[in-house]
């Protein structure tokens, strides 16, 4: 049974900064992908930035490029969004997910965890 737990949230200034962990237990496999989605109100979820288990590689969006970093801790099965130089359009619930591809789309990824909420004011 996957299940990916989310921490790190919470309500900052412009310009600050945040690190968000997803916590990983269950997955049978050591290669898998984990995204980071995210989702503000009124709008449709939006991939964030994905790293591939295996060898390490990522693909981050074009609208965080620069200011967010995605890294993951194998040993402790944990994945990190280091977030900086937030701005208020980054507010959005932030939620991550595992499958066994790196999917673009929410609906490729069959494990997700509850969402950590960020705030930007």
């Known amino acids: 049974h996957v299940q990916l737990v989310e921490s790190g949230g919470g309500s900052v200034e412009a310009g600050g900064s945040l690190r968000l962990s997803c916590v990983v237990s269950?997955?049978?496999?050591?290669?898998?992908?984990m995204r980071w989605f995210r989702q503000a109100p009124g709008k449709e979820r939006e991939g964030v930035a994905n790293?591939?288990?295996?060898?390490?590689?990522?693909i981050v969006a074009d609208s965080v490029k620069g200011r967010f970093t995605i890294s993951l801790d194998n040993a402790k099965k944990t994945l990190f969004l280091q977030m900086s130089s937030l701005k208020p359009e980054d507010t959005a619930m932030y939620y991550c997910?595992?499958?066994?591809?790196?999917?673009?789309?929410?609906?490729?990824?069959?494990?997700w965890g509850q969402g950590t909420q960020v705030t930007v004011s």
């Open positions: 997910a595992a499958d066994q591809r790196c999917g673009r789309r929410d609906n490729e990824y069959r494990y």
């Open positions: 269950g997955y049978s496999s050591d290669e898998y992908c």
């Open positions: 790293i591939y288990t295996s060898d390490g590689s990522t």
